[in-house]
């Protein structure tokens, strides 16, 4: 069967995966993205991933590789999370096949769209290593002038609050992504703060209402430029289900006093969902510069 080779390069994990036409999942796999070592070793990493689940496909036809960051169809150009700039697409695999590009978080907007279910004005938020959305408006993605539409995770919650590692200070990130409610406790993941703060430990509380709250203030802001239908949470955090979702669905609503909040609900793909928008770059490429 025909497949694409599919990748997702998050700050923490690289997914990876052969994915069918029809959006089915054949193969999946994961690996760590070793940013400590620097991005040249991540941009090595991803091509031996990339080569090695060629190894597995029968009938390959292309690579889909979704990154984070600024992005365009050629370059990878900036990333805060992983500290490359101005990487060419070609360097990023070996393979003779065709490779297209994308920005994660909008190749996985764009796959809950296609396999999820939604059209409209929506915000898909994934809340991993680090925040950012993409934005849907009119059914369409919405990349803005420069493709730099949709980063929320830098919204400045605190003006003056916590660094962040774009070089702003009191952005959302620094406050409610994964990486920064798991730092903020100590711990290595954001499901143990979640299950402390579940069973009422003060301070894994006072950690997870303060990510609560800068979220609530951020998707406010968003909601009031923008009025989407509907906000879709996903990433790693999303897996704390209603522990995330009430209580943001409550802030939200007191935040937003003269106006009905947005229907607020958890990704049906779930962290799958930029592994399979990778798959989807890749079979667009393919109707493209087949037709």
Do not use: N
């Not at 994990?13 to 029809?22: H, N, P, R």
């Not at 803005?144 to 539409?149: E, T």
């Amino acid at each position: 069967m025909k497949s694409v080779i599919a990748i997702d390069v998050g700050g923490t994990t690289m997914k990876g995966g052969l994915v069918a036409e029809d959006g089915r999942l054949l193969h999946e796999e994961r690996r760590p993205t070793p940013r400590a070592d620097g991005p040249e070793r991540v941009i090595a990493e991803i091509s031996r991933f990339a080569a090695g689940l060629q190894a597995l496909a029968a009938s390959p036809v292309a690579v889909g590789l979704a990154v984070p960051g600024l992005v365009t169809a050629t370059h990878a150009v900036y990333s805060a999370a992983i500290g490359w700039r101005d990487v060419p697409k070609a360097a990023f695999t070996a393979t003779e096949l065709p490779v297209a590009l994308g920005h994660d978080v909008r190749a996985a907007g764009e796959a809950e769209l296609a396999f999820g279910g939604g059209d409209g004005e929506v915000l898909y938020l994934p809340i991993g290593t680090g925040i950012a959305g993409a934005v849907v408006l009119g059914g369409v993605p919405y990349g803005g002038a420069g493709g730099w539409a949709g980063q929320i995770g830098h919204i400045p919650v605190r003006p003056d609050g916590l660094a962040c590692s774009c070089g702003q200070r009191g952005c959302l990130g620094a406050y409610a992504s994964a990486s920064a409610v798991a730092r903020a406790y100590g711990v290595e993941s954001a499901a143990r703060v979640v299950e402390a703060a579940a069973a009422g430990e003060p301070r894994a509380v006072r950690i997870w209402e303060q990510a609560v709250e800068a979220l609530a203030v951020a998707l406010a802001t968003y909601t009031l430029l923008l009025d989407p239908r509907r906000i879709v949470i996903g990433g790693g955090l999303s897996l704390a289900g209603e522990h995330l979702l009430a209580p943001l669905r409550e802030r939200l609503a007191a935040r937003l006093t003269f106006r009905a909040a947005p229907e607020l609900a958890a990704s049906t793909l779930g962290t799958r969902a930029g592994l399979l928008g990778a798959g989807l770059l890749g079979w667009r490429y393919i109707a493209a510069v087949t037709t």
